[in-house]
């Protein structure tokens, strides 16, 4: 049996009308705490216990949430996806973030409208991954956008200790060679550092965003193009 990327079944629970409501109250909570120098891990489970979350929606929230000063400085990074922006330029993905934020769009998962305007997921990578059924159309997604824009090589970084990184490095090269673009795919022990320094990174981590130079919102202009709405769990 396929899997459905991002779901659990205790998700329709956990992300009702009726649990969001509760949870947006929990994230301006949690956005108080954070913006008044409080951790973002600490603040979510002292709010969280005070309204009973479980840990999806704690998870939810610690991913939906960011301080005004992140916000702005992401957003002050953010480049248009745009062919005015993009045709040329050389791109750096975070591969697994990326794949798999896909991977949930096309099983229709949950996905959530983060503060900073990225979309974010709540697929666990914890090491371990598996293609699935809609990982060839994820990274076909992917590529059919960069290719759109004009973009003239694609790098994709993929973590070494994944299991199956291989397997998904193979894959995404076979699908690539049709793309006009050049295209390099590496496996990396320390994806996040190597994404630090660069321009025109795409991917939704967190640190990565605060540290990088540039950055893209892909994945967000894929779900707008799916016409497909994602949860908000904050006001």
Known sequence: MDAKRGFVPEDVKNFSPQAL????????????LINEG????????????H???????RLAIMRCVATQAQIENR?????????????????????FN?????????SDSILFSCMDGT??????LRGTYRLIT????????????????GVSRVNILLDQPVSNSGRLKTCIAEIGEKYPYALDIQILREVDRELYDKEFVITSDS???DHCISWVNLTAECLKRKQKEALQVYV
Do not use: P
């Not at 309204?51 to 929606?57: A, M, P």
């Open 98 to 106: 990326t794949i798999i934020t896909l991977e949930v769009l096309l």
């Open 134 to 149: 809609e990982t060839e159309d994820a990274i076909r997604i992917l590529f059919e956008l960069l290719q759109e824009v």
């Open 38 to 49: 409080y951790d973002l891990k600490q603040s979510t489970t002292f709010v969280g216990n």
């Open 51 to 57: 309204y009973l979350l479980s840990e999806r929606q």
């Open 75 to 95: 957003q002050k990074k953010q480049v248009a996806m745009t062919a005015q922006t993009m045709s040329g330029r050389e791109v750096w993905i975070d591969g």
């Open 207 to 209: 640190i990565i965003l």
């Open 21 to 32: 409501e509760i949870m947006r109250t929990a994230a301006r909570h949690v956005c108080y």
């Open 119 to 124: 979309i974010r997921d709540l697929a666990a």
